[in-house]
């Protein structure tokens, strides 16, 4: 490999303000992607800048959110971390959003945005982390070979929840995914 080479074309860092607008239409897009079958419908572009604008005028401690950008720095995936408020014991992180463009899918982004996230909690003193997601989503076997437990009602019905009590678990299968660079 010529020494001038990139490895690998992309790179991963914090969110700042200065990506709502990026961040806006690639949150619009993966979202009708994975939800909407590619098709519109879902929230507006106007909407998600809204609500990323209100994120980031909240407490920087109360959240993060790390993008992913390939080299011509065009946002391509985003993962956000906030506490877990909601009620689930035994959980003090929620990997609240994840979404990688569909195009980029199946060459490790994902794991590496889910390893970053967790490797941020633990800097933040946050050792557990869960999310919610969709039961009959194929991104379930994804987060199943990431070691996370499904999460069950209290009927015992499974409803897309999955969870990692030690994020050192999860920091165990990510390998050099989630170190900061």
């Known amino acids: 490999m010529d020494h001038g080479e990139c490895a690998f074309p992309y790179?991963?860092?914090?969110?700042q303000l200065s990506d709502v607008p990026a961040l806006a239409a690639l949150h619009v897009r993966t979202f009708n992607e994975t939800h909407r079958g590619g098709q519109s419908g879902g929230p507006s572009y106007e909407v998600r800048e809204r609500q990323w604008h209100e994120a980031f005028g909240t407490q920087p401690e109360r959240?993060?959110?790390f993008v992913i950008e390939d080299a011509e720095g065009t946002l391509i995936g985003f993962a956000k971390g906030t506490p877990h408020t909601g009620g689930v014991p035994?959980?003090?992180g929620e990997l609240n959003k994840l979404y990688v463009l569909k195009r980029f899918h199946r060459q490790g982004l994902g794991r590496m945005l889910v390893c970053r996230?967790?490797?941020e909690f633990l800097a933040r003193g946050i050792t557990s982390?869960?999310?919610f997601g969709d039961a009959a989503s194929p991104s379930?076997?994804?987060?199943?070979?990431l070691g996370a437990e499904r999460?069950?009602?209290?009927e015992g019905e499974f409803h897309g929840a999955y969870g990692w009590r030690d994020i050192h678990t999860l920091l165990s299968r990510c390998g050099d995914a989630g170190q900061v660079s």
């Open 11 to 15: 790179s991963i860092r914090l969110a």
């Open 63 to 65: 959240w993060f959110c």
């Open 90 to 92: 035994g959980f003090a």
């Open 117 to 119: 996230v967790a490797n």
């Open 129 to 131: 982390m869960l999310l």
């Open 140 to 145: 379930n076997g994804f987060y199943e070979r």
């Open 151 to 154: 999460l069950h009602s209290a």
